[in-house]
């Protein structure tokens, strides 16, 4: 079986984390990108190119596909009936460090706000909450580096 990993930006504010996390995503070889909340899209609502996004993705956003999902809820327990093992990059209780976590077959990333997080209600969909823990004074990474630092671990590139 061929590998399908598949990520979720949920409530991203920087348009330059986005293309960021769009490169690296093509770089590791996602089939697609799920956006919600008020993550900005690749293409604006009058259906231009966001210029911030192309900047930093180089391209990735037209070869990556991807699409906008209003009810990421609905979307995840549908990701979830057809075998999707969903895994939060995120700090928590229940987190486990993110180098005992591989990815397999059909995947899902999920990385949200880079101030707040993930809400708890999202994390509890979640089937995996993976952790890169902190050896220095900071409590957390820039979400694009920390997306880019579990993906490519967990699918040991």
């Known amino acids: 079986m061929i590998q399908d990993t ?3 930006l949920h409530n991203i504010r920087s348009t330059h984390n986005v293309g960021s996390i769009f490169r690296t995503a093509d770089a590791a070889g996602v089939s697609h990108i799920y956006i919600s909340g008020y993550t900005p ?3 604006d609502k009058f259906g231009r190119k966001q210029k911030d996004i192309a900047k930093t993705a180089l391209g990735a956003e037209d070869s990556v596909h991807w699409e906008y999902i209003e ?3 609905k979307y995840i327990a549908h990701l979830k ?3 999707y093992t969903i895994v939060a990059v995120e ?3 229940k987190s486990v460090d993110y180098k005992t976590v591989v990815l397999r077959d059909k995947s899902v990333v999920i990385v949200g706000n880079e101030v707040l997080g993930m809400s708890p209600t999202l994390l509890k969909q979640c089937d995996v909450v993976a952790e890169i823990p902190m050896r220095g004074k900071k409590e957390s990474l820039n979400v694009s580096v920390a997306f880019g630092i579990a993906l490519f671990r967990m699918l040991g590139i």
């Open 41 to 43: 899209t690749p293409i």
């Open 81 to 83: 009936k057809d075998g």
């Open 71 to 73: 009810n990421l809820t």
């Open 6 to 8: 598949r990520v979720i």
């Open 91 to 93: 700090q928590s209780k």
